[in-house]
């Protein structure tokens, strides 16, 4: 039996470092760079199945993109100064890809990801990114934006002329200054900090909506729940049409008045009950002239308006 | 009249002569029987048979064991190796099944409560027919292996546990509906939901083939 142990020991000894090393074998991907020449204001499409895509935009006539690819996904590219489609393709069978694609800063980008987050930056031109389950993050002084991602969240921190969004179960926070923006969830939570709020409508079922900040005086909040609660927060003395109704829910709030005003609104007092339906009608905050409306709309949410002081 | 030549030739048999004797004198070639080959096939034959019959060498029986074992042994780490690899991606891709299964049976059951409840302008609304139309075929196209390739379980289950929220959400709405059938908010709510249904699953398809 001697031989026998001898030769299953030997055995043993040639595979066991083949049985530890492929599984980091297979998780390692191969290194990328590559790059095209593109217009600055060309349409670009990325495509990125897995792992994390960053997009840059930098100030030259190209397109580059470096990286790691996962294994079993190679890259694929090409088209014309005008127009570019580049991106991972194939089945990733370990590790995950990441990639850094630079971008002609005004260009017209168009990312689709199956689980890849995505990260743009730095990208003036139109943006549109649509994920089935990454998370994706813009952030920059941009023209426009449409983001969706299925169950992932979108995060977009910027200054542009409009923004769409779009998740389900995901989080929807928009920051920056933005001039029109349409939010859509189903039940993911929905936050807005903009400065100013400009005209703004938000869509959810059941996601909670959260909006800090001044509305301009040409902006319009229109929101609209189904068992969301709503929370507004606007800085004292901001000047509103308020238009609430909680149709078996409740509105509730204080709004604090410039110093010297008086005494602060309570909305839970002011509402008007006809059933289980609460509503509120009035105008709020100083000044004259037209005010921007702010019409909310939840059948069993809650309302709340509140008023901070900001800081001078 | 002989030359010496001819007497050479007449004295001397001549250089054909003396080859010839000493061919003769070599030893005789012999040939081999005729029936040689019979006799040479039968031994062999015979051979043959008698080496059937004896018994395997013993040396040869740890040799057919160590050559098995050792076989058995690497097909063992092979598959080590195998399940290593894959373990981690299977065992996420189960998970995700199980949320996605779990899902869409709530769902299913929430369409199915739902749907044996239907108010009766529902029974007739086209845009009902077309979420059922819609479903039916995200369903399908979610399941294709080829479509699906680059769409995330979890993405898939997003989709049912929305859909399983609208549905939950109408079902509320028309319970108010019953309660107070002049409700014109609940009526529109229900409106409202159903389109929501619509854009989630046209969105979905559109993203399904789009990555």
């Known amino acids: ?312 | 009249m002989n030359t010496p030549h001819d007497h050479e030739s007449a004295t001397d048999v001549g250089p054909g002569d003396a080859l010839r004797r000493a061919i003769d004198a070599l030893p005789a070639e012999r040939s081999l029987p005729a029936d040689a080959f019979a006799q040479l096939q039968q031994a062999m034959t015979a051979e043959a048979r008698s080496g059937a019959a004896v018994p395997p060498l013993v040396r040869s029986r740890p040799n057919r064991l160590t050559v098995s074992l050792a076989m058995l042994s690497v097909a063992a780490l092979l598959a080590i190796v195998l399940a290593t690899s894959l373990s981690r991606s299977r065992s996420d891709a189960a998970d995700e099944a199980v949320a996605v299964a779990g899902t869409r049976t709530r769902a299913a059951a929430v369409t199915d409560d739902a749907a044996s409840a239907l108010l009766p302008e529902e029974r007739t609304d086209p845009r009902v027919r077309a979420v059922l139309d819609e479903t039916r075929n995200w369903r399908a196209a979610s399941s294709d292996s080829v479509r699906s390739v680059r769409w995330p379980l979890q993405a898939r289950a997003a989709i049912e546990a929305s859909l399983a929220a609208t549905e939950t959400a109408l079902a509320s709405v028309r319970r108010a509906v019953r309660e107070d059938p002049d409700d014109a908010v609940a009526r529109d709510a229900i409106a409202v939901l159903r389109a929501k249904q619509l854009v989630l699953l046209q969105r979905a398809m559109t993203l399904l083939d789009e990555i």
Request: proline fraction near 4%; glycine fraction near 14%.
């Open chain 1, 1 to 312: 039996m001697r031989p026998l142990v001898r030769l299953l020991r030997s055995l043993l000894a040639l595979t066991a470092p083949i049985a530890v090393a492929t599984p980091v074998i297979l998780a390692q991907g191969s290194a990328v760079a590559r790059g095209w020449r593109a217009a600055p204001a060309a349409s670009i499409k990325i495509h990125a199945p897995t792992g994390l895509l960053e997009v840059e935009g930098w100030g030259r006539d190209s397109v580059a993109i470096t990286g790691t690819l996962a294994a079993g996904e190679s890259l694929f590219g090409g088209g014309s100064l005008t127009g570019l489609k580049l991106g991972a393709e194939g089945t990733a069978t370990g590790g995950q890809s990441r990639l850094l694609v630079r971008v002609p800063i005004g260009c017209r980008l168009v990312v689709r990801s199956g689980g890849a987050n995505v990260e743009v930056r730095g990208v003036t031109g139109t943006i549109d990114v649509g994920s089935a389950a990454g998370d994706v993050d813009v952030s920059g002084d941009i023209e426009s934006v449409t983001v969706e991602s299925i169950s992932g969240d979108v995060h977009v921190a910027a200054t542009t002329a409009s923004v769409r969004a779009r998740t389900t179960r995901g989080e929807l926070d928009i920051a920056g200054r933005i001039d029109e923006a349409q939010l859509t969830s189903v039940s993911g939570p929905v936050t807005v900090s903009a400065q100013p709020i400009g005209r703004l409508r938000i869509e959810t079922v059941d996601g909670r909506v959260s909006v800090r900040g001044p509305l301009a005086a040409t902006g319009s909040l229109d929101i609209e729940t189904f068992g969301g609660p709503v929370q507004l927060e606007f800085p004292v003395g901001q000047r509103a049409a308020l238009d609430l109704r909680a149709s078996g829910g409740e509105i509730r709030g204080r709004i604090a008045t410039a110093a010297g005003g008086g005494s602060p609104l309570d909305l839970g007092t002011t509402a008007v009950r006809n059933g289980t339906t609460a509503t509120i009608t009035r105008l709020i905050g100083k000044g004259s002239g037209a005010a921007p409306p702010v019409t909310i709309r939840t059948f069993r949410g809650r309302i709340t308006v509140d008023s901070y002081r900001q800081r001078s």
